[in-house]
Nanobody
Framework: QVQLVESGGGLVQAGGSLSVSCAAS????????MGWFRQAPGKEREFVAG??????YYGDSMKGRFTISRDNAKNTVYLQMNSLKPEDTAVYYC???????????????WGQGTQVTVSS
C-alpha cells in the first residue's frame, strides 16, 4: 500500500510560480509511474503531467509552463508551475500507477490533494 501526501499549494497571482510536492511511502517509489492531476469545481479530473523512466509527459495546456520531476532517493515527485493563469486554479492530486496514462482510472494510489488558487 502506497501513501501519497501532497504539499506546497497556495495562493499566487496570475503570471506567478508555485511548486507542489508529493511524498510517497509504503512502496517501491522508483517502480511507479507518478502523475499529477487537477480538478476544478464542476469539472472532471484532468491530467497535468506524468513521469516514468523514459521521461516526462504533459497535458496539452501545461506544456512549456509546468515541469514534473522526481527524486527517487527522497521518494518525492515535484511539479513546478510557471506563468500561472486563473484557469489553473484547482485541487492538484498526486497519483501512482504502473503505466503512464491521461486516464485517472489507470492510477492505483492517490493523495488527498492540495489547493492551488491563481488570482487575476
Amino acid at each position: 500500500q502506497v501513501q501519497l501526501v501532497e504539499s506546497g499549494g497556495g495562493l499566487v497571482q496570475a503570471g506567478g510560480s508555485l511548486s507542489v510536492s508529493c511524498a510517497a511511502s509504503g512502496g517501491t517509489f522508483s517502480s511507479y509511474v507518478m502523475g499529477w492531476f487537477r480538478q476544478a469545481p464542476g469539472k472532471e479530473r484532468e491530467f497535468v503531467a506524468g513521469i516514468m523512466r523514459s521521461g516526462p509527459y504533459y497535458g496539452d495546456s501545461m506544456k512549456g509552463r509546468f515541469t514534473i520531476s522526481r527524486d527517487n532517493a527522497k521518494n518525492t515527485v515535484y511539479l513546478q508551475m510557471n506563468s500561472l493563469k486563473p484557469e489553473d486554479t484547482a485541487v492538484y492530486y498526486c497519483a501512482a500507477g504502473w503505466r503512464i496514462s491521461r486516464d485517472p482510472g489507470a492510477y492505483d494510489y492517490w493523495g488527498q490533494g492540495t489547493q492551488v488558487t491563481v488570482s487575476s
